[in-house]
């Protein structure tokens, strides 16, 4: 028996009417207001809501990033909530440059309650909501249009009522005509119109009207062609700010809220990280940051990510993705070996230019603008290849390995990871670094001193005089040749019988000042023809240059 096509119980949700739509072609210049959600819509979505330690915690991180607009909570849902926003009002604890704002039903005994919550407050914003999309009105309400619009209207009345009899406080107010995205718009316009005509906000007094997409049930544009369109159809809209509370049904809260900005929108209402009922509120970090990335400063300091995360993880007991955008542990992190070697070559380019534009791949922003750490852009594992082990090496060693010595260490690198099946960690991949150099000690070869001097005769040649242990036994080798490193290999030939040919040599200095010291690798042939590299690192270029050589004549013995 076939099974049957669910796609036949749904609808594709109504286009606008909106040819001449502008939003299209416009450009987000600057940010909207923020208004943060956590402490109630976000509150309620955790199966654990947040207990006064935790919400404390949450608002004064919310202060700290520089949000000025909060939502503390809902002081009709219990006396938790209440008792946690009276107390910020009766403890001092609102900056006087941030307006808190509370959430009621359209009721009168929730927006009494809701008023006393805030007695004594210096300014506060309340925000009355009743739904008003079809399927709230028939299945949920049993109400037609009529009665729908009565009921904000007198939630509206009773809110100037209760402001009255409190003159010590700047009230502010918010109307959401709950379900707007899946609401006719000629319906929640006249409701909002109707809101107005008992608030009557003034450009110096304003109305929130917050048209949300309680439900995403529609791509971004449509939401967009909505709020356009109820931007132009509102009698008062100097003396309104437009908000959108964007949700992510459908994955595009983003999405949405940045099209719903670029519609008209003065201000969005989200959580950090989007948490909130079903797939969540919109992501106010992510919107943020998108418009960092685009040279347009958000007003929000995400300069402490790390902290940011662990503070909201530990508040809501809910974790950020990994590869949460901007924020996840792994966000900035390439294993893929292409990755790796166009991120390092960005890298390195962004430091020749030595200019302020950001310009490297696969990278839309500055870790190091979130506080992150360049090490940890680049992490090695069975997918990487040779740039992302030679950033590793760079950034925790300081070493800048020849393009032709990155390609030898990947292989070993690339041997140890497929044998592990793990993430290799810097210290894997530096005790592999000495294991296929023959840097730590017992090995054949070890320097322990040397001199270097000039022959008499005519040709002008140096002698090499080097201090080893050979196999553990001290030993005395001497060679000559036009410099250091052709008579150190004459030495290694004529006393040791080995015969190698340096085919390429290069050094760098690793710091500056008197800390700095120099870093060199040779790639030589051996008289079997077998190419084998050395590196030596220490704070005289000579040395490091002995060390070098040795570390390859070590490799030619060993077969490798």
């Not at 416009?26 to 959600?37: E, F, G, M, N």
């Not at 740039?387 to 950034?395: C, F, I, K, M, N």
């Amino acid at each position: 028996m076939m099974l049957r096509d669910p796609s036949v119980k749904y609808r594709p949700f109504p286009q606008v009417n909106l040819p001449d739509r502008q939003w299209p072609s416009r450009v987000i210049t600057a940010p909207p207001r923020w208004l943060s959600t956590d402490l109630r819509d976000g509150n309620q979505a955790l199966a654990d809501p947040m207990n006064a330690e935790k919400k404390q915690r949450f608002f004064e991180l919310l202060v700290k990033i520089g949000v000025k607009e909060i939502e503390v909570g809902f002081p009709s849902a219990g006396q938790t909530e209440f008792d946690f926003i009276h107390g910020l009002v009766r403890d001092g604890r609102i900056p006087d440059d941030v307006m808190v704002q509370v959430l009621t039903q359209s009721r009168r005994d929730l927006i009494e309650r809701t008023f006393e919550s805030l007695e004594g407050a210096r300014a506060a914003t309340i925000h009355l909501y009743n739904a008003v999309s079809p399927a709230w009105r028939e299945v949920v309400f049993g109400l037609d249009r009529a009665g729908v619009k009565a009921l904000a209207v007198e939630g509206a009345k009773i809110l100037r009522e209760q402001a009255e009899k409190r003159p010590g406080t700047d009230w502010r107010f918010e109307y959401s005509p709950e379900t707007f995205s899946t609401a006719e718009l000629d319906f929640s316009l006249e409701v909002c119109e109707a809101v107005m005509d008992v608030i009557q906000p003034t450009p110096d007094k304003p109305l929130i009207l917050n048209l949300p997409a309680t439900v995403e049930a529609a791509s971004p544009n449509i939401y967009a062609d909505q709020v356009e369109w109820m931007g132009r159809h509102l009698s008062r809209r100097a003396s309104v700010v437009i908000s959108v509370h964007p949700h992510n049904d459908r994955g595009t809260g983003v999405a949405a809220a940045e099209l719903a900005v670029m519609a008209g929108a003065d201000r969005v209402e989200g959580c950090l990280f989007g948490n909130g009922e079903r797939t969540g509120n919109v992501d106010l970090v992510t919107l943020a940051l998108n418009l960092y990335t685009q040279g347009v400063s958000p007003g929000l300091d995400f300069s402490d990510m790390e902290t940011i995360v662990k503070t909201v993880e530990y508040c809501n007991q809910l974790p950020v993705h990994p590869r949460h955008p901007y924020a996840g542990e792994l966000v900035f992190t390439a294993f893929s070996g292409s990755h790796q070697d166009a991120i390092k070559k960005g890298f390195d380019a962004q430091s020749r230019r030595n200019d302020q534009l950001w310009n490297v791949p696969y990278l839309p922003i500055d870790p190091a603008d979130l506080g992150g750490a360049y090490e940890a852009v680049i992490r090695v594992n069975s997918q990487s290849g040779k740039g992302g082990v030679a950033w590793v090496l760079q950034q925790d060693k300081g070493l800048k390995l020849p393009k032709p010595m990155q390609v030898d260490f990947s292989r070993v690198v690339q041997r140890l990871a497929d044998e592990t099946s793990r993430e290799l960690t810097t210290a894997d991949i530096w005790a592999a670094f000495e294991r296929a150099y023959h840097l730590t000690p017992g090995q054949h070869f070890e320097l322990v001193g040397f001199e270097e001097t000039g022959a008499s005769r005519a040709d002008q040649q140096r002698v090499f005089v080097g201090e080893l242990r050979l196999d553990g036994k001290a030993a005395t080798i001497r060679g000559r040749g036009n410099g250091l490193i052709s008579s150190l290999l004459a030495a290694l030939r004529d006393d040791c019988g080995l015969t190698i040919e340096v085919a390429d040599y290069q050094e760098h200095a690793i710091g500056a000042g008197t800390d700095a010291q120099a870093a060199a690798y040779v790639q030589c042939r051996t008289a079997d023809g077998r190419t084998v590299f050395g590196a030596g690192v220490d704070s005289d270029v000579a040395t490091a240059s002995v060390r070098a050589v040795l570390s390859a004549a070590n490799g030619a013995l060993s077969g490798g």
